[in-house]
């Protein structure tokens, strides 16, 4: 079974960037989907971004667009996300996730019921 485990989230001030990492237990990872959902205290987890197999293909919630950056390597067993200009509304735990489907129409993105693999999920908090 993949395993998924996320590292590089922290204490940031406002303004400030990060960069999330999510390294996979072996090399199917690049045959999947990565998206990544964040959960905010006392909230329900929400998808902030995709990216597909190949790398081709990335979508982004209008909440995340233009300040994260979701990418890939193969090679690496690894998915990533950069993200810029944080605001304290992305204070949550950050979770990536591996959806075993070669396309879903974009309203489907972003539904945690799409994906089947997650990792632990990791703190980040944007407060100055």
């Known amino acids: 079974q993949l395993q998924l485990v996320e590292s590089g989230g922290g204490l940031v001030q406002p303004g400030g960037s990060l960069r999330l990492s999510c390294t996979a237990s072996?090399?199917?990872?690049?045959?999947?989907?990565i998206g990544w959902f964040r959960q905010a205290p006392g909230k329900e987890r929400e998808g902030s971004t995709v990216?597909?197999?190949?790398?081709?293909?990335?979508d982004y919630d209008d909440s995340v667009r233009g300040r994260f950056t979701i990418s890939r390597d193969n090679a690496a067993n690894a998915g990533y996300l950069q993200m810029n200009s944080l605001k304290p509304e992305d204070t949550g735990i950050y979770f990536c996730?591996?959806?075993?489907?070669?396309?879903?129409?974009?309203?489907?993105?972003?539904?945690?019921?799409?994906?089947?693999?997650w990792g632990q999920g990791i703190q980040v908090t944007v407060s100055s």
């Open positions: 990216i597909s197999a190949s790398g081709g293909r990335t």
């Open positions: 996730a591996v959806g075993v489907w070669t396309y879903l129409p974009h309203q489907q993105l972003f539904r945690p019921g799409e994906y089947h693999y």
């Open positions: 072996d090399s199917t990872l690049q045959y999947y989907a």
